[in-house]
């Protein structure tokens, strides 16, 4: 007979594993205020792109403003002071006690103003990143504590994306790995790749936790949408793979019909990872074997055969 057959050769491989994944923002935070009081100015529209350190909320600091005038004239004659004090000791017209006290007066005045600035800067809220800031939850005059949510800010792009693969699969998985996901939504495809692998199996799941980082300048993805995700993981050294018609289904396992020595000889393997058309062959072939794609019914081990070796 005549049959058709492939060569074994080793090829590169790519072992899909599908899973289903949350997109979350690359950074996210709930603006609130660090010290109570009345909301004076909201300087952002909402769903507005903003800048990082972009002033967002200013609570009044009126009472603040009017402290630190205070301190910085308290400054002047301090310092005024312990300038007179430092030449009526180099003249012997004083004592090196008044001139410490002179100077531990100053220092400490100094200190109550960088506490005022510092209280200041508190009573401003600023955009802690390049981002788009969501919807707002206060007004002009509200009075606002620290645990009140004003509003929240989202970078989304780039994106994270969270998803799991079953346990086998942990010691495959590599940073850097590609990632293709979409969501049923809007039918549009992203691609990303893994940056960051859980170092532990969840032990209700038996699955590891993984997360990518991917490109989304369009914004045409949002956080909390819920996407299938395709991992691909590479196989080091590739794999031998033959098509899958050729596999033969028997009681304990399976074979494959090959050509040696002219005839044809019936070989157990075991198979590992399939594609559309081919399969993986673990055990069982090696490379240069010729594997019989056809006529597989008919044909008999020990019988001769005639061998058209196709790509």
């Known amino acids: 007979m005549t049959v058709s057959g492939v060569v074994v050769s080793s090829q590169p491989l790519d072992n899909i594993v599908n899973s289903s994944g949350t997109v979350l923002a690359s950074e996210s935070v709930d603006l609130a205020a660090e010290d109570a009081g009345r909301v004076e100015s909201i300087l952002f529209k909402e769903g507005a792109h903003v800048r990082k350190n972009d002033l967002l909320v200013k ?23 312990a300038e007179r004090q430092k030449r009526l000791l180099e003249t012997g017209n004083t004592s090196k006690e008044q001139y410490d006290i002179a100077t531990s007066t100053l220092a400490t005045l100094k200190a109550d103003r960088e506490n005022l600035i510092a209280s200041i800067r508190r009573r401003q809220i600023l955009a802690p990143f390049d ?10 005059g509200s009075y606002v504590s620290p645990a009140t949510r004003i509003a929240s800010v989202q970078k989304i792009n780039p994106l994270k994306v969270d998803f799991a693969i079953p346990e086998k699969y942990a010691g495959k998985v590599r940073v850097g790995d590609l990632v293709n996901f979409h969501s049923d939504e809007t ?9 960051a692998i859980e170092p532990e199996i ?15 300048k369009g914004e045409r993805i949002f956080p909390g949408g819920y996407v299938h995700v395709e991992l691909r993981l590479k196989e080091p050294g590739g794999a031998l793979m033959i098509p899958t018609q050729a596999i033969i ?28 058309s081919a399969v993986q062959v673990i ?23 005639n061998v058209t070796v196709k790509q």
């Open 59 to 81: 609570i009044n600091d009126g009472d603040l403003l009017a402290q630190l005038k205070k301190t910085e004239l308290q400054i002047q004659l301090a310092t005024d002071l």
């Open 131 to 140: 981002g788009v800031v969501g919807l707002r939850y206060v007004s002009e």
């Open 187 to 195: 039918n549009q495809q992203f691609s990303g790749t893994v940056y």
């Open 202 to 216: 969840e032990p209700t799941t038996r699955t590891v936790q993984l997360r990518a980082m991917s490109d989304n």
């Open 249 to 276: 289904p028997v009681l304990k396992g399976q074979t494959v019909l090959v050509r040696k020595n002219g005839v044809v000889a019936v070989v157990p393997v075991k198979t590992g990872i399939r594609t559309p």
């Open 283 to 305: 055990d069982g072939l090696s490379v240069g074997d010729t594997v019989l794609t056809t006529g597989i019914l008919q044909l008999r081990p020990g019988m001769p055969v």
